[in-house]
């Protein structure tokens, strides 16, 4: 688009006999460039970006304020992603704990113990993964399929936020905020109903 408005008003400048007309000239370009609509950056924009990861490993630091207590609750580890659907999330700090998710299959390792079962049997925890897995996958159909996204900011810095559309979810969680730069998510914040809230600070791997 500015490439083609150079063109033009060297055009015109020709036209009208050298560098008199220039400033008019300018002048009117800017009041065009200012009447033209912004480029919006939206959702099918931001879930390409993110598509194009595959793979991401991170670290991350959350805080989970639980009422009732003093201070936050901490917790640390690593997170990593495998492209469509596998999802794990290791805690090391303040204990060693594994919840490992593939396709419809979570598994949970704490203190040498093992559980499975599948992520359908837990409509609400299934919406969790699904906001955390189909965002990194950057799938739009199925973060739409559970949630109302809102974007906002730009490509370089946005915030996306999450409206549970599925009832039994929208009774546990009360707000949903993901946030980002390009492809890479770089936090999440959880409401939950009756005031416990939920902060994580995820640190990619590069």
Do not use: C
């Not at 793979?55 to 609750?73: I, K």
């Not at 965002?135 to 996204?149: C, D, I, S, W």
């Not at 936020?161 to 599925?166: E, N, Q, S, Y």
């Amino acid at each position: 688009m500015i490439s083609g408005l150079k063109t033009r008003l060297e055009a015109l400048r020709r036209a009208r006999g050298g560098t008199r007309s220039a400033i008019p000239i300018a002048l009117a370009a800017l009041l065009w460039l200012a009447a033209a609509p912004a480029w919006a950056f939206d959702l099918p924009e931001l879930m390409g970006l993110l598509a194009k990861r595959q793979h991401a490993e991170a670290r991350f630091v959350e805080q989970r304020h639980v009422r009732g207590f003093d201070g936050p609750l901490n917790a640390a580890g690593t997170l990593s992603f495998t492209a469509p659907d596998r999802l794990v999330r290791r805690t090391t700090s303040p204990r060693a704990e594994t919840m490992a998710v593939d396709g419809n299959n979570l598994t949970l390792t704490r203190g040498g113990r093992t559980r499975s079962m599948t992520l359908d049997s837990v409509p609400e925890l299934l919406g969790l993964v699904e906001a955390m897995r189909a965002t990194l996958a950057g799938n739009g159909t199925v973060l739409e399929r559970y949630f109302k996204p809102t974007l906002g900011g730009s490509a370089a810095q946005w915030t996306l936020d999450l409206a549970p559309v599925d009832a039994r979810l929208a009774q546990q969680i009360d707000a949903f905020r993901l946030s980002g730069s390009g492809g890479e998510v770089l936090g999440v914040e959880m409401q939950f109903r009756g005031g416990d809230r939920s902060v994580m600070t995820i640190s990619p791997d590069r």
